[in-house]
């Protein structure tokens, strides 16, 4: 499980799922899957990031494209842009997912693109 500590930037007051973070530089519009604690803004948490599709996985080489996270509108979705690895995609760092990398496991290593429908952020425990 690769955790990163992110920045949380932005919490939605309609959606209260809804959190910016910045993990690794990247600004990120994730999905409050798993929040044990109340967090703020400016906050440093310990946090995974999963992707997360609902319906069919669309997942394609992606050879000439860099690593990258593109946003579809305002929503929740992105476009994913990295390589297959042991624990997901490597954007620039891992958003998990173990579905592909059983099913598309021929593809580990090389560069890919997969539509997902929302990253999800599950916030960890602090250690004391």
């Known amino acids: ?11 939605n007051s309609d959606i209260e799922e809804e959190v910016t973070v910045i993990v690794e530089g990247v600004k990120i519009v994730c999905f409050a899957s798993f929040c044990p604690y109340p967090i703020e803004i400016g906050g440093v ?10 319906n069919e996985y669309s997942v394609s080489e992606a050879e000439g494209l860099g690593k990258s996270l593109n946003r579809i509108g305002k929503g929740f979705s992105y476009i994913l842009n990295g390589v ?3 624990d997901g995609i490597d ?11 059983k099913e598309y496991y021929y593809l580990k290593g090389r560069l890919v693109s997969v539509a997902v429908d929302r990253i999800d952020v599950e916030f960890l425990e602090r250690h004391k």
Not at 1 to 11: F, H, N
Not at 45 to 54: E, F, N, W
């Open 45 to 54: 948490y310990p946090a995974v990031l999963k992707m997360v599709v609902l």
């Open 1 to 11: 499980m690769m955790a990163y500590d992110l920045i949380v930037e932005e919490i």
């Open 84 to 86: 297959l690895s042991d």
């Open 91 to 101: 954007v620039g760092f891992t958003i998990q997912d173990d579905f592909i990398q």
